[in-house]
């Protein structure tokens, strides 16, 4: 079951997330709370030492002061601020600097392709599609949950926890 919730739920929820950010601009808070929630359960089943808990619920909880600055300074989303946080808690200090560079790669591409698709014009068969229209629009933002996820995907195999159960 853990390896369940590890290797197939955990992608899906980030998966989820990102699809959500790219057509709605919005990363549900229930989905968030389910990433970050489960983190715990999961760990204690994988048989990781408490410490090693408390250092991911640390390197969680940094992350989220961090990004809830960034939401304050209105360079991040409220959305984005916890999936940051969430990714964190899972990735811990194995992985936490894997996921913030895949995320910085992978928004930096999401955004230069995002300026290259704006400066296109829109078909009308796609500027029917509101999610769509709602990313041409140069005075959108970047749905960066997309970025996040990726970042997230990249730096799974480096998370303490796919390493255990991996093995």
């Given at each position: 079951m853990?390896?369940f919730a590890?290797?197939?739920?955990?992608p899906?929820?980030?998966l989820?997330?990102?699809?959500s950010?790219?057509?709605?601009?919005?990363?549900?808070n229930?989905?968030?709370?389910a990433?970050?929630?489960?983190?715990i359960?999961?760990a204690?089943?994988?048989?990781?030492?408490?410490?090693?808990?408390?250092?991911h619920?640390g390197?969680?909880?940094?992350?989220?002061?961090i990004?809830m600055?960034?939401?304050a300074?209105?360079?991040?989303g409220?959305?984005?601020?916890k999936?940051?946080?969430?990714?964190?808690?899972?990735?811990?200090p194995?992985a936490?600097?894997?996921?913030?560079?895949?995320a910085?790669l992978?928004?930096?591409?999401?955004?230069?392709?995002?300026?290259f698709f704006r400066k296109?014009?829109l078909?009308?068969?796609?500027?029917?599609r509101?999610?769509?229209?709602?990313?041409?629009?140069?005075?959108?933002?970047?749905p960066?949950?997309?970025?996040?996820?990726?970042?997230a995907?990249?730096?799974?195999?480096?998370?303490?926890?796919?390493?255990?159960?991996g093995?």
């Amino acid at each position: 079951m853990t390896e369940f919730a590890v290797f197939l739920l955990l992608p899906a929820a980030f998966l989820l997330a990102a699809f959500s950010d790219l057509t709605r601009y919005t990363i549900p808070n229930w989905l968030t709370g389910a990433i970050a929630l489960s983190f715990i359960p999961v760990a204690l089943f994988a048989g990781l030492a408490p410490l090693a808990i408390l250092i991911h619920l640390g390197v969680g909880f940094v992350a989220l002061g961090i990004a809830m600055m960034l939401y304050a300074m209105r360079w991040l989303g409220g959305g984005d601020a916890k999936l940051i946080a969430a990714a964190a808690l899972w990735a811990g200090p194995t992985a936490f600097w894997v996921f913030l560079l895949a995320a910085a790669l992978a928004g930096g591409a999401l955004t230069l392709g995002l300026l290259f698709f704006r400066k296109l014009p829109l078909p009308p068969l796609f500027a029917s599609r509101e999610w769509i229209a709602r990313l041409h629009d140069p005075k959108e933002g970047v749905p960066y949950g997309v970025a996040l996820s990726a970042g997230a995907f990249y730096a799974f195999p480096y998370m303490t926890l796919s390493q255990m159960l991996g093995s």
